[in-house]
C-alpha cells in the first residue's frame, strides 16, 4: 500500500489528530469535517499550510475516498460514525470510549466483521512508556503473580453546560449570565466510571488479561455544578486470570487532574503518578529496609515528540495505526479489545444502579482470550534507566 489515506470528523479533539497525521510521513491527509464553525476556523490555518479540504458533513468525508478515517466526535456519536465509515470501506480510528452502550458495542463488532475493515480504539494511555517496562519486569518474574492493580481518572470537570459558541459554562455561569442557549455536554450524565479506558486499558495490556466481573458503588452527588451524575465512582474488576482490579474515576471533585496506577505482586510492587513523572519500584531484590526504588521512567519514550498530544503518546499510537493497516497487520487496540476495554465501564454503572451488585462481564470473541496483540506493536525496553533511592522532602525512606 501507498501512503494510507487518512480523513478526521471532528476538529476539536480532532485537531491534534490532524497535526499528527500529518507528520506522519506513511500517512496523508485527504479532508477533514466538522459541522460547527468554530473548529473549521481553527484549523483553518493548518489546513491551508498543507492543502487539506475542509467539509462540513461527514458523508462529504467519506466521499473524498479515505482509505481510513478518525473518529473524533463527541462520545454518544463515535459508534455510529464508526460504523458509517466501515460501511464505507474505511478503516476506523477512534475516539475513547468508541461506545456509549453495550449493544453500540455488538453492532460495532458486527460492523468489523461485516465490512471487512480494522477497527483500533485510539486509547492513547496504553501508549505510556512507563508500561513497557512494568510489562517487561512482570515477564522477568521481579513481583511475583500480581494479585492486585489499582487506576485512578481525576479530571475536574465543573463545566457541564455548552453555549452556541462552544464556550464550556458551569452550570451557576449559565444562570448568572442568563445563557437560555446553553445545553448539556455529552459527559454531563455520563457514569464516571464509564469513561475508565485511560485507566483500565493500560492495566489491562500490562497483566494481559481480560475483565470478567465488576461490581461498583456510587460516591455522593454533592457538586452542585455536576448534578446529573455522581462526585465518583469506584468499580472493583475480577480479571480471568484471578488479579482484582480497582478503578476510581471521579469528575467532581476540585483537585489537579492526573492519572495514577499501582500494580501490588506477592513478591513486590510498582507505583505511578503522572504528576509526578517517574516510576517507584519495590522488586524482590529490594531489602526491606532500603524501601522505594525511583525509576526515571516517564509519560512517553524519549524520541517521541513531546508536543504531539499526552506528552508525546498521540503520536505513538496513530504511527502504530498506520503501520499496522499499511502491513495488513491486525491492530493493536482491536474492536474486541477495545470492548475488554469499555464495556467493564458500562457494566459497572450497571452495577452501581444494582447497590453494587456483581455483573458478569461477557467476552464477545468467537473464541476465548488468549493473549493481546498490543505488545506485538509495542516493543519492550531492554534495559532499564539506573535506579536510586526514593526519599520524602523530609529525608524518609519509603
Avoid at 449493544?103 to 461485516?114: G, P, Q
Avoid at 510489562?135 to 489499582?150: H, I, N, S, T, Y
Avoid at 453494587?356 to 473464541?367: E, I, K, Q, Y
Wanted: with cysteine; aromatic share 8%; net charge negative.
Amino acid at each position: 500500500m501507498d501512503k494510507l489515506r487518512v480523513g478526521i470528523l471532528g476538529l476539536g479533539r480532532g485537531l491534534t489528530h490532524l497535526r499528527n497525521f500529518l507528520k506522519i510521513e506513511e500517512a496523508t491527509v485527504v479532508g477533514v469535517a466538522d459541522r460547527i464553525e468554530t473548529w473549521r476556523e481553527r484549523a483553518r490555518p493548518l489546513c491551508l499550510e498543507h492543502g487539506v479540504p475542509q467539509v462540513h458533513e461527514f458523508e462529504d468525508l467519506l466521499a473524498l475516498r479515505p482509505d481510513a478515517v478518525v473518529i473524533a466526535s463527541n462520545g454518544r456519536c463515535q459508534a455510529a460514525h464508526s460504523i458509517q465509515a466501515l460501511q464505507a470501506g474505511c478503516h476506523v480510528l477512534s475516539e475513547v470510549p468508541g461506545a456509549f452502550t453495550e449493544e453500540e458495542i455488538h453492532h460495532l463488532v458486527l460492523a468489523v466483521e461485516r465490512y471487512g475493515r480494522q477497527y483500533m480504539l485510539a486509547e492513547n494511555s496504553a501508549f505510556l512508556d512507563f508500561l513497557r517496562y512494568w510489562r517487561k519486569w512482570l515477564l522477568e518474574d521481579r513481583f511475583g503473580p500480581v494479585a492486585l492493580a489499582d487506576g485512578e481518572y481525576l479530571h475536574y470537570l465543573p463545566n457541564s453546560m455548552v453555549d452556541v459558541d462552544l464556550t464550556k459554562l458551569t452550570p451557576a455561569q449559565v444562570r448568572e449570565r442568563e445563557v437560555a442557549a446553553a445545553r448539556h455536554s455529552w459527559r454531563s450524565d455520563q457514569p464516571p466510571i464509564q469513561y475508565l479506558t485511560h485507566d483500565l486499558g493500560p492495566l489491562l495490556e500490562v497483566l494481559d488479561d481480560h475483565v470478567v466481573s465488576v461490581t461498583c458503588r456510587n460516591g455522593p452527588r454533592w457538586c452542585s455544578q455536576a448534578p446529573l451524575r455522581a462526585d465518583g465512582q469506584v468499580g472493583l474488576f475480577q480479571t480471568a486470570k484471578g488479579s482484582l482490579i480497582r478503578i476510581m474515576v471521579t469528575l467532581n471533585t476540585r483537585r489537579p487532574g492526573a492519572h495514577n496506577y499501582r500494580i501490588f505482586g506477592v513478591d513486590g510492587s510498582a507505583e505511578w503518578y503522572s504528576h509526578e513523572g517517574f516510576c517507584r519500584r519495590f522488586d524482590r531484590n529490594r531489602q526491606e529496609g532500603q524501601g522505594w526504588e525511583r525509576i526515571e521512567i516517564g509519560t512517553a519514550a524519549r524520541d517521541a515528540d513531546k508536543n504531539a498530544g499526552h506528552g508525546g503518546t498521540d503520536i505513538q499510537m496513530a504511527r502504530c495505526f498506520v503501520r499496522a493497516i499499511r502491513a495488513g497487520r491486525p491492530v493493536p487496540i482491536d474492536v474486541f479489545r477495545m470492548a475488554d476495554y469499555t464495556l467493564p465501564g458500562i457494566l459497572a454503572a450497571r452495577s452501581a444502579d444494582l447497590g453494587g451488585a456483581p455483573v458478569s462481564v461477557p467476552d464477545l470473541r468467537r473464541r476465548p482470550f488468549a493473549t493481546s496483540a498490543f505488545w506485538d506493536h509495542v516493543d519492550l525496553p531492554e534495559d532499564d534507566p539506573a535506579g536510586t533511592d526514593y526519599r520524602s522532602d523530609a529525608g524518609l525512606t519509603y
